[in-house]
């Protein structure tokens, strides 16, 4: 059975909370058909992998099963929306150097290995609302919300009918770090 894979950074529960007030800002200024980002989905995409079969998974952990995760800070200072993607969200401004090239690393990855092929540039952002279909006035400038990073997941995305739901396969870095020879969980 093949899996929806992507690779993304977690957010610790105060960044979700400063996001959550932020939204909660914005979503009284939205019109129509608009859903919030649930707080448990928020994420930071760093390469989308597309439907990867249980084989194409097996080899992929196993290419990327050395990786250090860089630790790194970026401010999302800036909210954007992305008429196409019908997505509001919180960006940034300056990409961090170690966290754009560990996201070209993944997306080349993914393309030589036959998974999902990246054409737009890596931006950094985590989705407060999708299905925007227009904006009823500018968006406002932000207090930037920082992020510290140093924790990458492996996630499956599941389409529940209540919505999509994400689950982490395998965490690199952080408290979650595997040392040699451990069982991935
Ligand atoms: P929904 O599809 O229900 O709106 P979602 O987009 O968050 O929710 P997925 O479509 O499974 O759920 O996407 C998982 C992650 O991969 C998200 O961060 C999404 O932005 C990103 N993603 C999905 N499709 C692509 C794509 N074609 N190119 C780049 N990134 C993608
Ligand atoms: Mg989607």
Known sequence: MAERLF????????????????????G??????????????????LAFLGS???????ALLARWESLVVPEVSLELDQLAYWHRAGVICATT???????????HRMRQDAAEHGLHRSHAPFRPHV?????????SRELPAITPVPLHINEVDLMVSVFEPHGVEYHSVRRWGGAGSLSPGNEPR
């Open 28 to 45: 009284a200024e939205m019109s129509g058909p608009a859903r919030v980002v649930p707080a448990a989905n928020f994420h930071l995409t």
């Open 52 to 58: 990867v079969s249980q084989q194409q998974k097996a």
């Open 7 to 26: 690779f993304s950074v977690p957010l610790s529960r105060i960044s979700q909370l400063e996001l959550i007030r932020l939204q909660a800002r914005l």
């Open 127 to 135: 989705s407060l609302f999708r299905s925007v279909s227009q904006l």
């Open 93 to 103: 401004s300056r990409t961090p150097m170690a966290l754009g090239q560990l996201a």
